[in-house]
């Protein structure tokens, strides 16, 4: 298993050096120039050129582009044009909160997930079946940024019942930084009180970023499932006098879950990605709203570290996965 | 199908069969309930609860999010700006004209204009306990002046700070100017590199040359004005609390917390407001601020503005000849796009100029819109029938106002392809250096004077001696035009130098067009009714006077 995982860090470290060289060339041949974003419209000509010296913008491309990797290693992104703030610190930044959201909705995907397949599953062509279909094809069909505007609707504006968005009540102080997780740092800092408010401003994003992922899981548990329903071993099992409970956790449901994590990890790359428009709507300070901040501004310095963030954290959750077999199923062997 | 399937489908529909009657009844139930929710019924209850809020605390929502507080380098809307730093005079209420104190408490001039003197308060302090005295302003402005790639190196027109300004004691600075400058008391109190910042802040934790302090103070600002911050979160809210040692005191009434929050949807700005959680929003949604115009709960600060948005003519390429350009003035139709459009949230401007500028008067030089006039203009500068032109708008700025013209000059035979660009590429075709043939014919743009005065809106603009890069970005010449903007440079507008403030608007709109002015922005803050003390300066974007508001008992 080492070399197995030493071949893949190896190779994921080529996948990383292409998207760096990508990323640069891309900015780099898209047109605008960030001097003059920085300046600003009123900016006089010199001072555009003396931040484009500043920038080392004015140096050969290849020079640029050894600034530009030296700097990754060491932890040295550049600096945004929009927030004016080093990437590294705006990624520390931001990054807890996409982090928090897309932890939470990966994990009620999952256990919903897994839980309305197995019970859709088992109750196949019942009424529990119908409503559980009916949910996944919503959750399939609809898009998130609509949902998002509904439920804002429906919860904020009409019942009044929860917050339309943000982390935090307004003027509601934010607890010390420890993790970056409000629910964490909330906990951490003893405040019970902020502990409830983060997680009530948590209900809605989560809930809406979480639909559409759990509603490929829910499919994919309840076609693997009516399949090894259907395996002998389970007859054999019943046949045994084995508890019906029994037999849908530790046989059927045990043995449906490597289909589970591969689709979890693909599930995570959805997640990532839905989290751009549910922060937006949600008004939560996370890296998808800095990512379309940096796209809307140009700000290329920005965007080429996020790409490789989110580029390596999609690479390590494949990993994880990848590991994950060996363990859920002893025949599987890593080569 | 296969059977299983037939059969699930069978169960589903039995297990999910909704008849009309159920389906009528349960959207009437839920439309209900929505209609008792949303305040609908809001001219009943013009008084809107705070509910559990602090009545102390002022909640500002906001489009766009200040991440920099350096006033050295922020090129953003100064709102993040003004409840923490001062100006050493700031423009009077809503006047253009009318500089009242507010760091210094008097100024005076020199007769011949050249040396402009400011008395400061004794005993101001920066909120990190420094003083600001005499020796601190003039090395805070001396920071704006000299910090490398400074966007506002040029503001003060002030080469020399070191000699140029001078300080007479503690509390007396005297400006030594290389000219006469009669309205210099209305430059410093621009909102663009004048504001004062904590020198030794700025010291003590400068990065080197390059940088003078300018990472820390973008978000540890340290002013003298009447609030610091308490907080901020980038991209979410900034937290200012009162100064209690701010020089202007805190007798009467105001707010002891603000917070402002970046909302970007306007639709979201305005659900907040309509329930209570926030005081004021800004720069809302045509259709959102004429619905909550209705609402009896709100108050709409609607004010001019000096913004003008206008439609950029390329002089240097097809667009040469003026008839052609003035063809393009006939044909877009300012009355329906006002009306329809923008419903009625903007006003016709008058010319190139901004209507309330000096010396422009009350005439309007608009071309109207006629479409005859348009083509006879066209065959007259004999235009080729079929001809192409392209225009260029950055994301979210002018697509509605570039597709009108479009369909207005098609009916003129006159196929106009839309470009729609990042802002940062627009900026890199706007003010670059390409050929004529390798940029577009029509630029999207909006702008406004620093000071009302013609001059100082119309060099960088208009000039043959201004660049694309200074802002000539219709590489615009005419010799007349430029030597009447010379004749400006440091005048007060009297009636001879209003009339030829009126020839350029005459030149620049009608003859020679420069551009084709589409609107001149009104600025609409709206806020819940008991907020008071509320008022826009045309000159100061989007910027509240947060100190002077208060909530009314």
Redesign the interface.
């Known amino acids: 298993m080492l070399r197995f995982i030493l071949r893949r860090l190896v190779s994921t470290l080529f996948l990383l050096a292409g998207v760096m060289v990508m990323t640069f060339a891309l900015a780099r041949i898209l047109p605008g120039d960030p001097a003059r974003l920085i300046a600003g419209a009123r900016a006089g000509p010199g001072a555009v050129a003396a931040v484009r010296a500043q920038l080392g913008l004015d140096l050969p491309l290849a020079q640029q582009f050894v600034h530009y990797v030296s700097g990754i290693f060491h932890g040295d992104f550049g600096r945004s044009i929009i927030t004016r703030r080093p990437i590294s610190q705006d990624i520390l930044t931001f990054f807890p909160a996409t982090c928090e959201l897309v932890i939470l909705a990966s994990l009620i995907s999952l256990v919903g997930g897994v839980a309305l397949g197995a019970a859709s599953a088992v109750n196949s062509s019942g009424k529990t079946d119908a409503a559980v279909r009916v949910i996944s094809v919503f959750g399939l069909s609809v898009p998130d940024f609509w949902m998002a505007l509904i439920a804002q609707l429906i919860f904020f504006s009409v019942l009044g019942i929860l917050p339309f968005g943000g982390r935090l009540a307004t003027g509601v102080a934010m607890p010390p930084y420890v993790t970056g997780f409000l629910s964490v740092d909330s906990l951490l800092a003893g405040r019970l009180d902020l502990f409830a408010d983060a997680l009530r401003h948590m209900i809605l994003p989560v809930t809406v970023l979480a639909i559409p992922s759990m509603a490929v899981i829910i499919r994919v548990v309840r076609t693997t499932m009516l399949d090894v329903l259907s395996a002998d071993y389970i007859r054999t099992a019943r046949a045994k006098g084995i508890t019906p409970f029994k037999v849908y956790l530790r046989h059927a449901l045990a043995n449906s879950l490597l289909p589970i994590v591969t689709v979890f990890g693909l599930n995570m790359g959805l997640l990532i990605s839905g989290a751009v428009l549910v922060e937006l709507i949600f008004n939560l300070p996370g890296l998808g709203r800095y990512t379309a901040d940096a796209i809307s501004g140009s700000d290329y310095n920005a965007i080429m570290a996020i790409t490789l963030v989110v580029s390596a954290a999609y690479i390590v959750i494949n990993l994880v996965v990848d590991l994950s077999y060996v363990l859920l199923d002893p025949r599987v062997e890593l080569k | 199908m296969t059977g299983?399937d037939s059969?699930?489908s069978h169960?589903?529909n039995q297990?999910?069969h909704l008849t009309r009657r159920h389906f009528l009844a349960g959207t009437a139930a839920f439309g209900a309930?929505?209609i008792g929710?949303?305040p609908m019924s809001h001219a009943a209850t013009p008084d809107l609860p705070i509910g559990n809020?602090?009545p102390k605390?002022l909640?500002v929502v906001v489009d766009a999010t200040v991440?920099?507080l350096d006033p050295a380098?922020n090129?953003e809307w100064a709102y993040g700006l003004s409840p923490i730093y001062e100006t050493l005079t700031v423009l009077d209420g809503a006047e253009a004209l009318k500089v009242k104190p507010s760091l210094a408490k008097a100024f005076t001039s020199s007769d011949d204009k050249m040396i402009w003197t400011f008395e400061l308060p004794a005993g101001v302090k920066f909120h990190d306990g420094t003083d600001c005295d005499a020796n601190a302003v003039k090395a805070a402005i001396t920071r704006t002046i000299t910090r490398?790639?400074?966007?506002f190196?040029?503001s003060w027109q002030i080469d020399d700070p070191e000699k140029q300004i001078v300080v007479k004691n503690a509390t007396t600075l005297e400006f030594h100017l290389t000219e006469a400058r009669p309205f210099f008391d209305l430059e410093v109190s621009s909102q663009?590199g004048f504001w004062i910042a904590s020198p030794t802040a700025a010291q003590k934790n400068s990065k080197g040359a390059?940088d003078m302090g300018s990472?820390f103070l973008?978000?540890h600002p340290v002013g003298c004005g009447p609030y610091k911050m308490?907080?901020f979160?980038?991209?979410?809210?900034i937290?200012y609390v009162r100064f209690d040692e701010f020089h202007g005191g805190w007798d009467h009434p105001h707010f002891e917390?603000v917070?402002t929050?970046?909302?970007?949807?306007s639709a979201?700005r305005r659900?907040?407001l309509?329930?209570g959680?926030?005081d004021i929003a800004l720069r809302m949604e045509p259709q959102d601020t004429v619905e909550l115009r209705n609402d009896p709960r709100f108050v709409i600060q609607d004010t001019s503005t000096a913004t003008v948005q206008y439609v950029v003519f390329a002089t240097d390429g097809k667009l040469a000849d003026p008839r052609v350009r003035q063809a393009i003035c006939h044909a877009f139709d300012h009355d329906s796009y006002l009306r329809d459009v923008v419903l009625g949230t903007a006003d016709k401007p008058r010319s190139v100029f901004p209507s309330q500028m000096q010396g422009v008067g009350d005439e309007s030089y608009v071309l109207p819109f006629d479409l005859e006039k348009a083509k006879a203009l066209l065959a007259e500068a004999n235009f080729p029938a079929g001809s192409e032109l392209t225009v260029t708008y950055y994301?979210?700025f002018g697509d509605t106002e570039c597709q009108l013209l479009q369909g207005w000059l098609s009916e003129l035979g006159i196929t106009l392809h839309l470009q729609e660009?990042?802002?940062?590429?627009f900026?890199?075709?706007f003010?670059g250096d390409a050929p004529a043939d390798q940029r577009a014919d029509l630029f999207y743009f909006s702008w406004w004077p620093n000071v009302d005065h013609p001059y100082n809106y119309a060099w960088s603009l208009f000039s043959g001696a201004a660049?694309a890069?200074?802002?000539n970005a219709g590489r615009y010449a005419n010799d007349e035009v430029t030597k009447l903007i010379d004749e400006l440079r440091q005048k007060l507008i009297d009636t001879e130098q209003a009339q030829k403030v009126k020839r350029l608007a005459q030149i620049l709109t009608v003859e020679n067009p420069a551009w084709l002015p589409i609107q001149q922005e009104r600025m609409q803050f709206v806020a819940r009714r008991d907020i008071k003390g509320m008022v826009n300066n045309p000159i100061y974007v989007a910027t509240l006077d947060i100190y002077n508001l208060s909530r009314s008992a």
């Open positions: 299983d059969k699930r169960a589903f297990a999910w309930a929505a929710r949303v809020r602090d605390t909640v991440e920099n380098t090129v490398p790639g400074g966007t190196a040029t663009y390059n990472e973008q978000s308490e907080s979160n980038p991209g979410q809210d937290t917390r917070i929050k970046t909302i970007p949807v979201t659900q907040l309509e329930a959680e926030v994301s979210g660009k990042s802002f940062s590429a900026l890199d075709e003010f660049t890069a200074s802002g």
